[in-house]
């Protein structure tokens, strides 16, 4: 096994400008040096390919520059997207994010992913998708550093919120629809219940008839769900894309056209979903 070269110290930096290592040090926090010590210092840092300790340096200074993020089924549409915009967002502010992937519906898994952020020298900790398990779980006064939660979490009475969702079933009812079926999500994850009482609010407002099912946010389960199709119904409105994609795969099997026979909306703007 190649050994690898040991990483260079302010020391070794200090060495070879011929400086003291409390003058290199100033000169990494921003401070004014002298010029010709500044110049120096410049090319050992590049001779010797200096880079900071990232974590040493926060512990110094009492600070972290690591964000941690609690995500459960982060590897889907809308959750991943919100990590990957958030990860950009973070580093380009000089964060990293240190992410714990766990089963949102497993209480030892949750409390065990939790118990790790708690442990951790964190600057924050961001909450994707939650369930009512992980809400319970996040102690938020306890962590003592901000803590971003999904926002329909914290306050489900902003509009913009649902706004999403509201427009599409406002689609399908400008379209003539009065008949549906509902595949809403795990009411245990208070995102699920939050568009559920979207839909049934607009619904009701219209005197529509509506038969609601619900799924588990998965493909198959969107297609179990559209098996009870009432024999009325004309649209589908589904939580998520996933349902979505499932349901039309049972409507498919049944021989009925979409949207011709049966329109369909989905949510989460997935990209393997029809526009």
Do not use: C
Not at 22 to 51: C, D, F, K, S
Not at 224 to 250: K, W, Y
Request: glycine share 8%; hydrophobic share 45%; net charge negative.
């Amino acid at each position: 096994m190649t050994q690898q070269p040991a990483r260079a110290t302010i020391y070794d930096v200090a060495l070879r400008a011929g400086v003291s290592h409390q003058t290199v040090a100033r000169m990494l926090r921003g401070e004014t040096v002298r010029p010709a010590n500044h110049e120096r210092i410049t090319e050992a840092l590049r001779v010797l390919n200096y880079r900071p300790n990232e974590e040493a340096r926060a512990l110094a200074r009492s600070r972290s520059n690591r964000i941690g993020v609690l995500g459960g089924h982060i590897s889907d549409g809308a959750p991943a997207k919100i990590l990957a915009g958030a990860n950009r967002a973070l580093r380009e502010a000089g964060f990293v994010l240190d992410t714990i992937a766990f089963d949102p519906d497993d209480l030892v898994d949750t409390e065990q992913a939790v118990q790790a952020i708690e442990r951790s020298h964190l600057a924050g900790v961001l909450v994707i998708a939650p369930t009512d398990i992980v809400v319970g779980a996040l102690d938020l006064t306890r962590l003592g550093i901000p803590v971003a939660v999904e926002a329909d979490i914290i306050d489900n009475r902003r509009p913009d919120f649902n706004a999403s969702i509201a427009l599409a079933v406002e689609h399908l009812l400008g379209l003539g629809h009065r008949s549906f079926l509902h595949i809403a999500g795990p009411q245990n994850w208070p995102s699920a219940r939050h568009r559920r009482q979207v839909v049934d609010d607009l619904l009701a407002r219209h005197g529509a008839r509506q038969t609601t099912v619900f799924g588990d946010w998965t493909a198959e389960s969107g297609a179990r769900g559209a098996g009870r199709l009432p024999a009325h119904a004309t649209a589908v409105i589904s939580a998520n894309d996933l349902m979505a994609l499932g349901a039309m795969s049972t409507l498919f099997a049944a021989g009925l056209d979409v949207p011709g026979d049966v329109s369909i909306t989905g949510f989460d703007g997935d990209p393997d979903t029809p526009r």
